[in-house]
């Protein structure tokens, strides 16, 4: 009987456990560390180390520093552990409850400053989505929508599977790359029941003063055919508040 090709036999546990252990080295080491010093510690042969680096660096968990002369994580080694996500200060958290106080809608408010999306500030008489669907899949909330549109266009390493969650769900990367743009050109995203049926969300995006980078978001969740209304009003408030907590959050 044929063994699975893709099944680990042979050497192949033994090669992915040098894998690891090269990654492991570096994240001990820190950036800069070199091939000559990864295969000295692990003591691993050269050929072997250039060769598992070789494959690292391709899959982007590791990248070469620019003089090439040693290694750092890659994009893709963040993902291998769950990122320390900061919590708002006092001053933020109270900004978040004065607009709660002046709207019936849900007020929630996540951070982007890992690369993904986290609730920081959820609203406790109108609880949001679980957080692990939304980081998923952010092109069902506006939240998320905001966080896609500051990637694009290398949006799709994190809207890989855009699943249908409603008839509303956008499920094609054309009608999304739209979406993303209008969301980019009007600082404003939408989310009109194409998560749950019965919630549509508004969400505007937080950036630090100084370098204009998105560090979070601000969402207001409501019935879907108010969200279809202008609400230049509501708009307007929320840009007002998330003007306020840009110097809180960065």
Request: aromatic letters at 4%; one cysteine or more.
């Amino acid at each position: 009987m044929r063994s699975d090709p893709g099944s680990p036999s042979g050497r192949q546990p033994h090669a992915m456990r040098n894998a690891l252990s090269v990654l492991e080295e570096v994240v001990a080491a820190g950036p800069g560390v070199t091939a000559k010093e990864i295969s000295a510690a692990l003591g691993l042969p050269p050929a072997t180390t250039y060769r598992l680096l070789n494959l690292l660096v391709a899959e982007e968990y590791l990248v070469r520093l620019p003089d090439l002369r040693g290694f750092a994580l890659g994009r893709r080694a963040g993902r291998l552990s769950v990122p320390q996500v900061p919590q708002p200060c006092t001053a933020a958290r109270a900004v978040v409850a004065e607009l709660r106080h002046q709207v019936r809608w849900g007020v929630h408010l996540a951070t982007f400053t890992t690369g993904r999306l986290a609730i920081t500030d959820p609203d406790p008489d109108h609880p949001p989505t679980e957080e692990a669907l939304l980081a998923r899949y952010p092109h069902v909330s506006s939240l998320g929508k905001l966080l896609l549109a500051e990637q694009a266009p290398t949006y799709r390493a994190d809207a890989r599977e855009l699943r249908r969650f409603t008839p509303r769900t956008i499920t094609d990367h054309a009608s999304l790359d739209r979406e993303l743009s209008a969301v980019s050109d009007t600082a404003i995203a939408r989310q009109h029941g194409e998560l749950r049926p019965d919630r549509g969300c508004l969400a505007v995006p937080v950036r630090s003063p100084t370098t204009g980078v998105l560090v979070a978001g601000l969402a207001l969740c409501g019935p879907p055919d108010r969200i279809d209304e202008p609400n230049s009003g509501l708009i307007a408030l929320l840009h007002d508040h998330a003007a306020r907590l840009a110097p809180l959050l960065s």
